[in-house]
């Protein structure tokens, strides 16, 4: 088993910045990948982004690429989104998820998920 906790959520203005944190514990040496969906209200969850356990980072929404960054500390199981240069539509319920075979943006391939944390950007 894998438990995840994100935290970092909270309310910025357009322009602002954020860093969401995913702490791994459990079974982390199993873990292949960690990655970031959202879900706005009544929109389906989407990915945002995903990190192997070689680093090998993947961005899946055009919309993010060049303001939000995936990052991790294998040391510490943490990993990280900044998110910078937010808008409104960034607005969302952003989880983490743990996979231990793939880094996709699809998630219903993802057997771990944290509660979640919720992101909102005022205009």
């Known amino acids: 088993q894998v438990q995840l906790v994100e935290s970092g959520g909270g309310l910025v203005q357009s322009g602002g910045s954020l860093r969401l944190s995913c702490a791994a514990s459990?079974?982390?040496?199993?873990?292949?990948?960690i990655a970031w969906f959202r879900q706005a209200p009544g929109k389906e969850r989407e990915g945002v982004s995903c990190i192997t356990k070689s680093d090998l980072k993947y961005y899946f929404l055009d919309s993010v690429k060049g303001r939000f960054t995936i990052t991790r500390d294998n040391a510490k199981n943490l990993v990280y989104l900044q998110m910078n240069s937010l808008k409104p539509e960034d607005t969302a319920v952003y989880y983490c998820a743990a996979d231990l075979a793939v880094c996709s943006n699809w998630y219903l391939e993802f057997d771990y998920w944290g509660q979640g944390t919720q992101v909102t950007v005022s205009s």
């Open positions: 459990g079974a982390t040496s199993d873990v292949y990948a």
